[in-house]
């Protein structure tokens, strides 16, 4: 009795579960390519609700404070189709970023969908090496340390 129960169950989680389904446009990792630094990357992550029943978004997160990402609503219906526009502030990045946003449903498996953007933030002018580590330098009027870096301007 308690295989049949447990069966019975199981059986009904899938058919709920089997309702809510959405479908995404967007591939999982989105390539912006190259773009000067300070530039915003703006897009949208589209869905459409393929499932007989409505969904709920229950939270969307992004990776980190440079990205903002705000549904305009959390539920939607069968058949119904979104955009969810994200922006993200390169001014404090160079070279080859990764950002990630995941959307999580309620009552939904996978619940769970994540994306990354991915992109090159270019920079007017590049400072190399980008750190000198000054760790054995003694405090003494006599002391002098060398150390050598290159400034290139990457502008056209």
């Not at 069966?7 to 999982?28: D, I, S």
């Not at 054995?136 to 050598?148: I, M, P």
Request: hydrophobic share 40%; glycine share 6%.
């Amino acid at each position: 009795m308690k295989i049949l129960l447990g069966l019975f169950t199981l059986l009904m989680l899938t058919v709920a579960l089997m309702g809510q389904q959405v479908e995404f446009k967007n591939p999982k990792m989105i390539e912006v390519g190259k773009i000067s630094q300070g530039e915003k990357i703006q897009g949208t992550i589209e869905f459409t609700n393929t499932g007989s029943t409505p969904v709920e978004i229950a939270e969307v997160k992004a990776s980190c404070g440079c990205t903002a990402v705000k549904p305009e609503k959390m539920v939607f219906a069968s058949g119904e189709s979104t955009s969810i526009p994200y922006t993200i502030d390169t001014e404090r990045f160079s070279g080859v970023i990764q950002k990630s946003i995941s959307i999580i449903f309620k009552d939904m498996e996978p619940a769970a969908h994540t994306f990354f953007v991915r992109a090159e933030v270019v920079t007017s002018m590049t400072i190399s090496p980008r750190y000198i580590n000054f760790k054995n330098v003694t405090q003494n009027a006599d002391t002098t340390l060398t150390e050598f870096f290159e400034i290139t301007n990457e502008t056209d």
